[in-house]
């Protein structure tokens, strides 16, 4: 087994939110910086620009998972991994059909800005990607074990697009075994409210929009090997304790 | 009637002054994705949604106010995009059926024409 650091939510500058200098290139380059083992870069509802974070890594010999922030029916935030860079471009487009379309208004959420491998903008997304798909929250899950991926309910803890805020509760029927948790310390608290999330894997991301926002390896995750396949597998596992 | 006017008339708490501008009927809705689409061109927009997407959501629609219902917390990232879109946020104690039937109450007693802009 290998002990990974890992920072598994990073948005790039396709997410309105998203800072212009957080290019593919920059995230991978300063995940290389800062010593990281594994990254995943997942702007919101898109895939677009990991492909080239996936050939910038190439360089630096860092894992680049590739995934999404998916915003469901609810409005809750789920974190998708996937396997390949084809399956996140597959799930980019299944995810695109079931946007609500409306224009970005760069002037009031940001740009959207498709990167090329050089590090030069290739194109932009011009429906707004915060957007929630018609996808609920519940088939998030075998949707994601559909396209090999997994799924992760994002930032638990906090107070806008999370499952506990925006559901308020954990639906009966959940088979998540890994929750994103942003403070770590309240997650003893969450237990004690909400009993399932006593079987889960906590992890923790940066869910950086700046460059400087990447975790520091700080965070371990073990798995077989240093790939997303891996990763993804090692995720996926029941959680021993 | 006028933002400035309406929460003076139901002395709701100010957040952030922003612009005075018309209100011409009331939306209530708390998924940001259905405002987007849904919301009203200068409605007075009631809501328990606080964040700074809140006001992006009002700023694109162009409704002319949100009033937080029951007494929401905000964040300092929402007011500075208030302040940064000049748009007026006010908060209610009162849940969003009783917030949005006052305002809809008031507007009416100032004799604001509700049915040009149910229409």
């Known amino acids: 087994m290998l002990s990974l650091s890992y920072d598994l939510h990073i ?26 083992d594994v990254i995943a870069v997942t702007d919101h509802n898109s895939a677009k ?38 399956k996140a471009l597959e799930l980019d487009e299944y995810v695109q059909k079931r946007l609500i379309k ?25 429906n707004l990607l915060i957007n929630a798909a018609d996808i609920s929250f519940c088939e998030t899950f075998e949707l994601l074990e559909g396209f090999g991926g997994i799924a992760i309910p994002a930032h638990i803890d906090k107070s806008a697009n999370s499952l506990l805020s925006n559901l308020g509760f954990i639906p009966p ?32 991301n940066s869910d950086a929009h700046y460059l400087g926002d990447i975790n520091e390896p700080e965070n371990f995750l073990h798995a077989e090997e240093n790939s997303a396949e891996a990763v993804i597998e090692a995720l996926k596992k029941p959680c021993e304790k | 009637m006028k933002t400035y006017k309406l929460f003076e008339n139901l002395g709701y708490e100010i957040l952030n002054k922003g612009e005075d501008r018309l209100v011409s009927g009331v939306y209530c809705c708390d998924l940001l994705s259905v405002a987007m689409s849904k919301g009203k061109e200068n409605a007075a927009w ?19 106010c949100i009033v937080l219902a029951d007494g929401s917390s905000v964040d300092e990232a929402m007011l500075e995009k208030a302040k940064e879109h000049n748009v007026c946020v006010m908060r209610s104690k009162l849940p969003v059926f009783e917030t949005a039937k006052e305002i809809f109450d008031t507007l009416n007693l ?3 024409r509700l049915e040009e802009y149910c229409d």
């Open chain 2, 46 to 64: 009631v809501t328990v949604m606080s964040n700074v997407n809140t006001v992006a959501v009002c700023t694109l629609v162009d409704m002319s």
């Open chain 1, 11 to 36: 948005h790039s500058c396709l997410s309105p939110c998203g800072d212009n200098e957080s290019t593919p290139c920059n995230i991978v380059g300063m995940a290389y910086v800062k010593g990281l």
């Open chain 2, 110 to 112: 100032f004799g604001d």
């Open chain 1, 173 to 204: 029927d959940s088979s998540f075994k890994t929750v994103e948790v942003h403070r770590r310390s309240l997650f003893p608290d969450l237990c004690q409210t909400h009993g399932y999330l006593s079987s889960c894997r906590v992890i923790s």
């Open chain 1, 102 to 126: 409306i224009k970005n208004d760069p002037k009031i959420f940001g740009e959207q800005l498709i990167m090329n491998s050089a590090d030069e903008v290739s194109g932009s997304v011009e």
């Open chain 1, 49 to 86: 620009n990991c492909p080239a974070a996936v050939e910038a890594a190439k360089e630096f010999g860092i894992t680049v998972v590739c995934g999404m922030e998916l915003t469901t029916a609810e409005e809750v935030h789920v974190l998708c991994l996937l396997p390949s860079l084809e």
